[in-house]
Each structure stands twice: as C-alpha cells, then as structure tokens.
C-alpha cells in the first residue's frame, strides 16, 4: 500500500498556480487553488502537453496547447479536444508541507484545504 510523500512546499504553489512534479515515475501536476490544492496527471490526455502549465479559471485548468478544460476536483475532460478524464490524486498539507498519495483515484478528487 503507498504512503504519503511530500512533494512540495505550500510556498512553492501559490495560489492560481500549478507545479509539475515526478512521484514513482509519475508526472503529476498540483494546483493552489485559492488555499485548497488539487493533484491531477501532468499530461493532457489529447496531446503531449503539461498541465501544470495550463491557466486555472477557479477549480479548472486549461491545456496550454489546444485549450481542452479539466476539472480539477475530479479529472472530468470539460471541453474538447480531450475525451478521456485524467486520474487524481489524494492531497493533503500538514505544516506547511505538500503531500500526495500517489495511488490514482478514478472520477473523483480529494482536495485539501489549508
């Protein structure tokens, strides 16, 4: 069973901005969004494209390279050209600290509020 691992610093994402990290030979991208942060897969599920690149419209991120939306709470694909969800990851902070499950979640998301 996986354990928590601490992937960043809550400085080191600020709000409306997201962080791409590797975690177990994963991309993952994670997102402040106003003090909650959100964890997804890093690649746009289209294209080869970064998430964590992407613009943040509250809880959505945008793909910097055709525009498809994700919904960051739970990895649904909002608009085209994306079809296929991305996988989500549980989050939570303690003491100022990142920390992700790197264990997939399927059609829901689990953020934390600082």
């Given at each position: 069973?996986?354990?928590y691992v601490k992937i960043a610093s809550v400085n080191e994402v600020p709000p409306g901005e997201?962080?791409?990290v590797n975690v177990d030979g994963r991309?993952?991208?994670v997102?402040?969004?106003s003090g909650t942060f959100y964890a997804i897969d890093d690649t746009c599920t289209h294209e080869e494209a970064s998430l964590a690149e992407g613009a943040l419209y509250g809880d959505i991120v945008a793909c910097p390279k055709h525009g498809?939306?994700?919904h960051l709470p739970t990895g649904r694909v909002l608009s085209l050209p994306a079809v296929i969800p991305v996988n989500t990851y549980p989050v939570k902070v303690e003491d100022g600290q990142v920390w992700l499950l790197p264990e997939p979640q399927k059609g829901h998301g689990m953020p934390h509020k600082v």
């Open positions: 069973m996986a354990e997201g962080k791409a991309r993952i991208a997102f402040n969004v498809s939306r994700f």
